[in-house]
């Protein structure tokens, strides 16, 4: 009993959560192209632009949701790419999807360093957000929650 | 006689068109790797350039990249077997975790015996322990109807894992040392140095023993040939008498072996030790070199240098250049696209040229009725 208790407390749930929601996402997407028939191995890839462009986006507007709304962007642009190749050129999709794993590895520290390099630099900005969740304001310390989003 | 140089001169039509391929695609690779580099501003010719120096520039630079792309030819093996008889072997990264700390154990653990036993053993420990390994996704896929991709991924997931757990501090194979690691393996393991000097060992050899031996397997044997007809139609297959699950399982324990073999000789000829987690992804990138070489044994073998050469000199891009390592994965992941697409440039010329011949007879034909 006393491993459970130790097991269930707050912050242990926060940390779950906070490592399921990759996950969950990921999860999502993985179901979402499985019952449609298609092997989706580049979720991967999918998702790991998605951060970068997330950060990009994030950093260079200092807003979170239009960060978000980059990452939507961008994560979709390299499920397009996996659609069309697989579809204009009839290619395998699991092969296609490790090749967009692999692309995925390469593209975004090339971004990063082109980001570094370029002539006016992408400088970070502060912003917290707003304190309170904005779907459901009853969230407790939602600030914990949300965080600053660039530190 | 005539004949003879007749077939010889068409045998090199086709593999002339059979390469063709490939080097349009890693030609439209750099092509576009060389846009991207530009945009980083940095100058293409020095970056591509180190490139190639370091790949191929010295006796070194060459063994290391052989050294680079030993792994991957085992892999892209264990891809290709599995693929010709239609099974997608996605676990070759657990297998070669298994195959190698059972080399490994077997390595250090064993003493008394003389050299090539030793080799032998240690080889055999690699092979068994990734075969069972894949059989076990096979059995699941024969018995349960699992698919095998996603056994395959989760059993990766197990096998770093555990392995992690055998070496990790307080783990029942863990070394002496600091270090993650089993103990060093006995000298009689150690596999010798091709190139004295350098780090490649002779399991280069070994790799291309093994395509020969693959190849031979099967292109030339019975059960090569059942197995690449399940691959090509299962239904067809087993109406011809072939027992399909039976040769699925099979080919899980070849695929699963060789990615064990390929694990071994990575302990015995360049680490010495399992280390945790020593892969970086050969098992992922074996799949892209498998399909580059078409999923051939030969082809294999050329992939693998390329896979191993851009690997290689990634880094001396990176330092002479300043174009950052990482473009070379984008250069792989585009060879593989333009690979996967099939857009067959020697299709496309017959297409081009017959379809124009073909027009022109319409034509004539047409007049002629006119």
């Known amino acids: ?151 | 006689m005539k004949k003879n140089g007749k077939s010889a001169s068409f045998y090199g039509k086709k593999l002339l068109f059979l390469l063709l391929d490939p080097v349009v695609s890693i030609v439209l690779a750099l092509v576009v790797g060389a846009v991207m580099i530009w945009v980083l501003g940095v100058d293409v010719g020095l970056a591509y350039r180190a490139l190639w120096q370091g790949a191929f520039g010295d006796m070194n630079a060459l063994a290391n990249t052989l050294l680079y792309a030993t792994p991957l030819m085992f892999m892209a093996f264990a891809f290709a077997v599995a693929y010709r008889a239609g099974v997608f072997n996605l676990g070759a990264e657990g297998q070669m975790y298994i195959g190698a700390i059972l080399a490994a154990w077997a390595g250090y653990a064993v003493t008394g015996i003389g050299h090539v036993p030793h080799i032998l053993l240690v080889l055999l420990a690699g092979a068994v322990g990734g075969g069972l390994w894949g059989a076990i996704s096979a059995t699941l896929k024969a018995k349960r109807g699992v698919n095998e991709v996603i056994t395959c991924i989760m059993l990766n997931y197990i096998a770093i894992n555990v392995t992690n757990y055998l070496v990790n501090s307080r783990g029942p194979l863990r070394g002496g040392s600091t270090l993650p690691a089993t103990p060093v393996i006995q000298d009689t393991a150690r596999l010798s140095k091709l190139v004295a000097g350098t780090r490649l060992s002779s399991g280069i050899l070994l790799a291309v023993f093994c395509a020969v031996v693959l190849y031979i397997f099967m292109w030339k044997t019975r059960a090569g040939y059942k197995l690449r007809a399940v691959g090509m139609n299962v239904q067809a297959a087993e109406c011809g008498g072939i027992p399909t699950t039976r040769y699925a399982i099979l080919t899980m324990i070849i695929a699963g072996a060789l990615a064990g073999l390929g694990g071994a000789i990575e302990i015995v000829g360049v680490h010495s030790r399992f280390y945790a987690e020593f892969s970086s992804g050969y098992g992922f990138e074996g799949i892209a070199v498998s399909m580059l070489g078409a999923n051939h044994p030969f082809g294999i073998l050329l992939s693998a240098v390329l896979f191993g050469a851009l690997k290689n000199g990634a880094s001396a891009m990176q330092i002479q250049a300043g174009a950052n390592a990482e473009l070379v994965k984008v250069l792989q992941a585009l060879v593989i696209f333009f690979i996967a697409c099939r857009w067959s440039i020697a299709k496309l010329i017959e297409c081009k040229f017959g379809g124009a011949a073909r027009k022109d007879q319409a034509g004539k034909a047409g007049r002629e009725e006119g």
Do not use: K
């Not at chain 1, 962007?73 to 996996?82: A, E, K, R």
């Not at chain 1, 590895?105 to 900005?125: D, H, K, V």
């Not at chain 1, 009853?138 to 929650?145: H, L």
């Open chain 1, 1 to 151: 009993m006393d491993v459970l208790t130790q097991l269930l407390n707050g912050s242990m749930l926060a940390a779950t959560l906070r490592m399921a929601t990759p996950l969950i996402l990921g999860g999502i997407g993985g179901v979402f192209s499985e019952r449609a028939g298609i092997m989706n191995l580049g979720i991967e890839g999918e998702m790991l632009v998605g951060a970068c462009a997330a950060a990009v986006v994030g950093i260079s507007t200092g807003n979170a949701w239009l960060g978000v709304l980059g990452a939507l962007f961008f994560g979709t642009l390299m499920g397009l790419l996996h659609a069309f190749i697989c579809i204009r050129f009839h290619a395998n999709q699991t092969v296609v999807g490790t090749g967009i794993n692999i692309f995925a590895t390469g593209i975004t520290p090339w971004y990063c360093r082109r980001s570094t390099t370029a002539r006016r630099p992408l400088r970070p900005r502060l912003r917290w957000f707003p304190g309170r969740c904005p779907c459901c304001g009853i969230f407790p310390s939602s600030a914990r929650c949300w965080g600053p989003t660039v530190r």
